[in-house]
């Protein structure tokens, strides 16, 4: 790899419709040949209510992804 493109982070699938998930862009670096690109992810889980949604619990995390020309060599949570 010579240059980084553009990333984004995507969110495929939510199994817990009483859950709100967002993501930011976070860096993208490249060194040795390959590009390691990370979001920060949070998800808020809670109860409905007449009055809106109750966060029960919050929790935060990095996720990471390193890719070569051959393809995705690392993935996880930070």
Do not use: E
């Not at 020309?69 to 690392?74: E, I, L, N």
């Amino acid at each position: 790899m010579k240059s980084l493109t553009d990333y984004g982070c995507q969110l495929v699938k939510n199994y817990d419709p009483f859950s709100s998930i967002s993501m930011s862009k976070q860096s993208g670096i490249l060194s040795g040949g390959k590009a390691t690109y990370k979001c920060y992810v949070v998800v808020k889980r809670g109860v409905p209510s007449p009055w809106g949604q109750i966060s029960t619990s919050t929790r935060s995390a990095y996720q990471y992804m390193t890719a070569a020309g051959s393809g995705v060599t690392a993935h996880g949570w930070q």
